[in-house]
């Protein structure tokens, strides 16, 4: 059955669109609560206002979903909640725990159908989620969701899955700068260290701390 919308409707047809659609779902749906009308010669020859008038609305809307992105960018969401063992959630973080953390930072009520979580999140972690804040407008922000009883703090705990220390291979990669020959030393300074033969015990440090001294000294190379 061709129709056409009056009121944009998620996911059939925007205000002013025609559109054919199962006509059960226009007879009891659609028509009935005044969101589209048969595609009579009449109807149609409102369409083009209709669109002209939806274009002008998601326009503002576009613009206002501009200025809530400036407000989440850089702000993860921290979600603390009760967790056991392994990591595993008492329960879970659904669209609605987002967008109510989201809300509290845009200032404003934000429905759950615009947070676009795939499937419910069941443990501690960070999570980059879509938030469609317009039809035109989906940031992803980041969810950092930690154990509400971390006992270094909610604050820290979110810090440390956000901020993650440095493992050894980046911190190669941040002393050796931009040039790709200092690199190349001290990787292989690195490695040379590191296969070195040496006998050790279990809980040996020595050739940790060889390394370590390696790095330093091609460190030191690279400031002169």
Same mark, same amino acid.
């Given at each position: 059955? /061709? ?41 149609? =020859? ?8 939806? +274009?002008?609305? %998601?326009?503002? %809307? ?8 400036? /407000?989440?960018? #850089?702000?993860?969401? @921290? $979600? ?5 063992? %392994? ?13 109510? /953390? =989201? #809300?509290? @930072? ?8 615009? $947070?676009?979580? &795939? ?16 039809? +035109? ?9 930690? !154990?509400?009883?971390? &006992? ?10 956000? +901020?993650? &220390? ?14 790709? #020959?200092?690199?190349?030393?001290? =990787?292989?300074?690195?490695? !040379? ?9 279990? #809980? ?21």
């Amino acid at each position: 059955m /061709k129709v056409v919308f009056l009121e944009t409707v998620e996911g059939s047809g925007s205000m002013g669109e025609v559109r054919t659609v199962r006509p059960g779902y226009a007879r009891n749906y659609l028509l009935p609560r005044g969101l589209a009308a048969p595609a009579t010669p009449d109807v149609l =020859a409102r369409a083009e206002r209709l669109r002209e008038i939806e +274009n002008e609305r %998601q326009r503002v %809307q576009d613009e206002h979903a501009g200025e809530l992105v400036g /407000k989440l960018e #850089g702000n993860a969401l @921290i $979600i603390a909640v009760r967790v056991g063992e %392994q990591g595993r959630l008492y329960g879970s973080v659904t669209s609605a725990d987002i967008a109510e /953390k =989201a #809300g509290e @930072i845009l200032g404003e009520e934000l429905d759950r159908r615009r $947070i676009l979580l &795939p499937e419910v999140i069941r443990s501690v972690g960070v999570y980059t989620v879509p938030i469609r804040l317009s039809r +035109n407008v989906v940031p992803e922000v980041r969810v950092a969701v930690v !154990d509400a009883e971390a &006992p270094e703090g909610v604050e820290a705990a979110a810090d440390l899955l956000l +901020n993650p &220390p440095l493992v050894v291979e980046e911190v190669v990669a941040a002393l050796s700068g931009d040039g790709e #020959g200092a690199d190349v030393t001290i =990787a292989e300074a690195s490695a !040379d260290v590191l296969t070195t033969d040496v006998e050790s015990e279990p #809980g040996d440090t020595s050739l940790v701390a060889a390394a370590e001294e390696a790095i330093a000294a091609e460190e030191d190379t690279l400031a002169e």
